[in-house]
């Protein structure tokens, strides 16, 4: 079983800034990719960044230059630290992490979803 917490969502100014965090927690054997969705009212959900274990990183074009998405491998976490902010970001964040699993003949990839952060860009 794997849990996943997203915080760190709330009220921001347009320009302002916000820092989202997420921590994996459970059984794994180890965490392969992390990345970070948004969900806007009546939009589907999409990715907007991407790291991999070894730190390679991708942008979705919307937020390219404002977000920027890091990790704490000893401590199973994924940031996203969101700059210039505009009411267009407004949406639920979810994190998402790919874990290898044991299983008892070998192993396995998985992906679990956190339960989701609003985040609201508004004056």
């Known amino acids: 079983q794997v849990q996943v917490v997203e915080s760190g969502g709330g009220l921001a100014q347009p320009g302002g800034s916000l820092r989202l965090s997420c921590v994996a927690s459970g059984s794994f054997l180890s965490i392969n990719a992390m990345g970070w969705y948004r969900q806007a009212p009546g939009k589907e959900r999409e990715l907007i960044a991407a790291?991999?274990?070894?730190?390679?990183?991708n942008y979705a074009d919307s937020v390219k230059g404002r977000f920027t998405i890091s990790r704490d491998n000893p401590k199973n976490t994924v940031y996203l630290q969101m700059n210039s902010l505009n009411p267009e970001d407004t949406a639920v964040y979810y994190c998402?992490?790919?874990?290898?699993?044991?299983?008892?003949?070998?192993?396995?990839?998985?992906?679990?979803w956190g339960q989701g952060t609003q985040v609201t860009v508004s004056s």
């Open positions: 998402n992490v790919e874990v290898t699993e044991p299983l008892w003949f070998g192993q396995r990839r998985v992906d679990y």
């Open positions: 790291i991999s274990s070894s730190g390679n990183t």
